[in-house]
């Protein structure tokens, strides 16, 4: 599968990509070249995607905390696709994949690049994908922690 | 305290703007790709089942390993690649080990069954529908029970 997305994205003049065969691969891969992006499996052993994309955003030793990962996943179980989530996963492309999910998923990085979220319990990118204005429910991010902006921010 | 930090734009710097004349010629290049790939596809699909096979003979202590790196990548590449017969029988064979627990022993017997199968209908480029829906079912039953057990 990682040679399949290597020739799509050759396809699409993306030819400077590496490949690694598991999540400590990859993981040591990042400490000593700048990426872009990633784009990983959910299911990898011994260290899956969700343990890979918590070691990237949380670790000390994480150089790229930030890095855009897209998670590859066939799993239809909500609960693996929450776990990614909560990992700090920007997007998911979800198996079988095609020409015109893979390259939504890229474009959503590139032109849509989320705002990242720290808090006591979590770092990585803003889970919420809508702001819903019908919305009457507690505010609980607002009246539970106070909200701070980095300098670099585009509000 | 919640930090909000705004994300990286060096990707989109690098990118330039695209138009959408852009996104369409890129579209059809990724489609291309596919399709020259699919042409590849039996030959990806013949290797995949020859590391099965040999990940199953080996019997070590990576094999379980080993065949369920081998299916997931089957199940993944053959579903991308419009063949979800064969998508569905290496499913069923990683759901099976996926539902393995750690004190309990893997039936090979299945395990030989779900790869007999997944190249016997490799070998059929077309094979029959009836035929494929009732060998699932065997073999989803037969997981069922295992599973239960």
Known sequence: MARLIRTLLSAIELRNVDLAKDGAEAFDALQSTSYDLMITDLAMQPIDGIEMTKMIRTSEDSPAPMLPIIMMTGHSERHLVEQARDAGATEFLCKPLTAQNLYQRIVAVVEKPRMFVRTDTFFGPDRRRKINKGYNGPERRAEQHEVSLTSESTF | ?149
């Open chain 2, 1 to 149: 305290m919640v930090q909000m930090i705004a994300p990286d734009r060096r990707l989109k710097q690098k990118s330039g703007n695209s138009s959408i004349e852009d996104d369409l010629r890129s579209l059809d290049s990724l489609n291309g790709a596919f399709k020259k790939l699919s042409s590849e596809f039996n030959d990806v699909i013949c290797n995949e089942i020859l590391t099965l096979r040999s990940a199953f003979a080996a019997q070590d202590t990576q094999c379980l390993k080993s065949v369920y790196s081998s299916s997931h990548s089957l199940r993944g590449l053959s579903g991308s690649f419009s063949k979800p017969h064969l998508s569905q029988l290496a499913d069923s064979l990683c759901r099976y080990i996926d539902s393995l627990s750690a004190n309990s022993s893997a039936d090979h017997r299945l395990i030989q069954a779900h790869i007999n199968t997944i190249s016997m209908f490799t070998a059929n480029s077309e094979p029959n529908a009836e035929v494929i829906n009732t060998i699932l079912s065997a073999l989803h039953n037969a997981v069922g029970k295992n599973t239960v057990a």
